[in-house]
């Protein structure tokens, strides 16, 4: 074989070497069409009960549902405490006690817990006339006040609370005509008296329709802020606006222990910022 025709035969046979390697990604990416797109695969319409099943899983017709739902109505056992959640108040007001106790809200059970207090100050502040009724321990005060703001308008305050500076934490209930979560015709002694110990659990702010807790838990956090050391009781957490206007007005840095649906906020008073809670500055990772 001649030179010339042995660089031929090399030069053949890298070429059929070349064509082999530019061949098998082809084959390796078989079946797709398109790169960026993966392919369809097809699946059974069949479920089944398990991967080497055959039966079609039986299938249950669901109810037709109306679009006309009706509003929730909480049922009379879920607004009461827990045994757990009562057991947190109870322990701390037999710390506390004698002391300055306040009620948004009267029920039997806070009955029974303002016994603890009887060497102290108790008052209860409620909307509903019949409760006015209740028969009266030592110490213990029930005055009537209106709350005028409806659960459906709680987003609005809000908003209305963080653009307006009357609704600042540095000025007194007396002061705060301007903010509209301030409630108004409190008697004297609520604005007045240094408080020890807050519990929000009214009014009911169950219904959209129903008076909301917004003014309540404002006015809960500016009595805090106007004493010493307060405890700051909010019930009924699970539902969005006392959990919104808690971390709001009372602060996540102050929440110091919770049990089922009731938060224990501890507040020390006496304080010169305009902000309820401390401005966080959000951290990028």
Known sequence: MTRNQMQHQKVFLRNNADEKDQQQPQQQIRGFTNFTTPPTLSFSPILSNSCASTNPMPVKRLARVSHAMKPYTRPPSEDILSLKEHQLLQNLLTQRAPCNLLFFGLKAQFLDLAMLNTEGTTVFLEDDHEKLRTPKLKGMRVYLVRYHDKA??????LKHARTNPACTSQEGLLHKLHCKLALTGLPEIVCKRKWDVVVVD????????????????????????????TDVLVHDIDRMIEKWYSWEFLCHENLVSSKGNLWHFRIKGNSSSARFCPEVVPQIQ
Request: hydrophobic share 35%; no cysteine; proline share 9%.
């Open 152 to 157: 459906s308008e709680a987003y609005e305050l």
């Open 202 to 229: 009214g009014p009911r702010g169950d219904q959209p329709e129903a008076p909301g807790r917004m003014g309540a838990i404002y006015t809960a956090a500016m009595i805090a802020r106007a004493g010493k050391t």
